[in-house]
């Protein structure tokens, strides 16, 4: 089974990214990063734990984690059994089958367009290491870097790099991450020292 295809297990975690059709933009404003995180919110983060995430103008990354079994057999309609971690990987994608959509629809009503605006499936990657995963985290705060956005994480607005500087709320699990990390003056140096110019073990 190709890596792309792979199910959202309960328990797994996941690098998950996709990008919009053609040459189009998911975000055209930034009421739209806000209005798509609004939607994550309520459509996702019941359903997965996230620890990083970049939203670009044509494409997004994710990094997250498939609630326990349990936790996701209580929030399924009561029409709709989970009764194997298929089943709940399953109701997993149907969330972001439903997020997606809920964006689109009203992404679509805004600028008077119609059709697909998402690559028609959601990429994953298994993400089964501590140091890919410090990769992928660091992967994604740069990815507006090396897109030529900003000179540094912190100047990009729409990442979760800025969300680990700061003690507001966030919807990132903010302490699991620096935890993995080695703790907040760890992660903080570990990307300041970070070069993605010379970053080749991401494989997309």
């Known amino acids: ?9 309960p328990g797994q975690v ?33 359903v997965c734990r996230t620890y990083s995430y970049a939203l670009m ?21 009561s029409r709709k059994r989970l009764d194997t971690p ?18 689109a629809k009203a992404y679509n009503k805004r600028y008077n367009r119609r059709g697909a605006l998402f690559v028609d499936y959601l990429r994953r990657k298994l993400v089964d290491n501590a140091h890919y995963f410090q990769q992928v985290v660091l992967y ?16 990009y607005r729409f990442s979760s790099y800025p969300a680990y500087l700061s003690d507001q709320p966030t919807l990132i699990e903010r302490q699991v991450v620096i ?8 992660f903080i ?13 991401l494989d997309f």
């Open 1 to 9: 089974m190709q890596n792309d295809f792979i199910p959202l297990l």
């Open 14 to 46: 996941y690098h998950l990214y996709n990008h919009a059709v053609g040459s189009e933009n998911l975000f055209r404003e930034d009421a739209n990063y806000l209005y798509f995180l609004d939607l994550y919110q309520k459509h996702i983060v019941p």
């Open 57 to 77: 103008p044509n494409h997004f990354h994710l990094l997250a984690q498939v609630r326990p079994m349990e936790l996701l057999s209580s929030l399924a309609p």
């Open 86 to 103: 298929d089943d709940a990987a399953a109701f997993v994608m149907q969330q972001f089958s439903n997020f997606f959509n809920a964006y």
């Open 140 to 155: 994604h705060h740069f990815n507006p870097v090396r897109h030529d956005f900003c000179e540094t994480p912190l100047d």
């Open 179 to 186: 935890a993995r990390f080695g703790g907040r003056e760890a």
């Open 189 to 201: 140096a570990r990307h300041q020292g970070y070069d993605w110019r010379t970053d080749d073990d």
